[in-house]
């Protein structure tokens, strides 16, 4: 189910409902009334959406472009939680508990935002309760994914986060086809954000690939011109030669 718009700008904004993962299974009726609670609003790239410490009172719904979820490490530096994209869900946990926000939000790109109001996403969590199972899998997935990311962290080294992380990353971009090239939007200093290294690490790491033949270095973006090398062993060896293996990420970021 979709419906299509157009906004004063010319902007086209199409509301694929269907496409979220709330509301996965639920009737019709459940789809009408969701629709008809969201306002959806264009963002500009660098937009905050929300920043630390604002009041939680709407949850959002990302129908196109990229936001990045950050919070304030103990230094006061950036930290990169995750990239939100097209059909997630992000702002909900500081709403549903009634806090201030914990974390910021910003685009990382033009973007399309379908908005609800807390106390209408409660009203239809209560109207249509197979919805609250729908956000708590949501949630569960998240949270695994944090825990992943925080393993990941730890146990591997800068150059393998990396990797783990551009592999990731080529998921979000549209039309990207297995085994060509594609270019990834991200700055060097958010990819060393994403996986909780500095920038100096997350730099030479890219390098040793860029020397592999694996990806070339853009303005604010990164092209990958061989994706399946990326978990070849050929790379892993070359990393092998270049960077002795560390057990404990933290401890060379």
């Given amino acids: 189910m979709h ?28 789809v009408h009334c969701f629709t008809a609670m969201m306002r959806t609003t264009k963002r500009r790239r660098g937009e905050w959406i929300f920043v630390l410490g604002d009041p939680a009172d709407s949850i959002y ?26 059909s997630e869900i992000f702002g909900d946990t500081s709403t549903i ?41 949501s949630v569960g997935l998240r949270l695994k ?24 990353l080529i998921d979000f971009e549209p039309g990207a086809e297995p085994n060509r090239p594609v270019r990834i939007r991200i700055t060097q200093q958010d990819l060393a954000n994403l996986i909780g290294a500095s920038r100096q690490k997350t730099s030479q790491a890219l390098k040793e690939l ?13 092209l990958v011109t061989e994706p399946h090398k990326l978990r070849s062993d050929p790379v892993l060896e ?6 002795p293996w560390r057990s404990v990420g933290p401890l060379n970021v």
Avoid: W
């Avoid at 719904?61 to 097209?86: D, M, S, Y």
């Avoid at 825990?147 to 146990?155: D, G, P, Q, S, T």
């Avoid at 070359?238 to 960077?243: A, K, N, P, V, W």
């Fill in 3 to 30: 419906r299509s718009t157009e906004t004063a700008d010319g902007f086209p904004q199409f509301l694929f409902t269907g496409r979220y993962k709330l509301l996965s299974g639920v009737s019709q009726s459940a």
């Fill in 61 to 86: 719904f990302l129908q196109a472009g990229r936001i990045k979820i950050t919070a304030l490490g103990e230094h006061g530096h950036e930290v990169l939680h995750e990239i939100i994209g097209p």
């Fill in 97 to 137: 508990l009634g806090i201030p926000r914990t974390t910021s939000a910003q685009a990382l790109e033009p973007s399309l935002l379908c908005e609800m109001g807390r106390k209408d996403f409660e009203s239809l969590l209560t109207m249509y309760p197979e919805m609250s199972l729908q956000l708590l899998k």
């Fill in 145 to 168: 994914k944090s825990e992943a990311h925080l393993l990941n962290v730890i146990c591997n080294d800068v150059s393998t986060r990396v990797r783990e992380a551009l592999l990731e």
């Fill in 210 to 222: 860029e020397d592999l033949g694996v990806l070339r270095l853009r303005y604010r973006s990164i």
């Fill in 238 to 243: 070359g990393y092998r030669e270049r960077t």
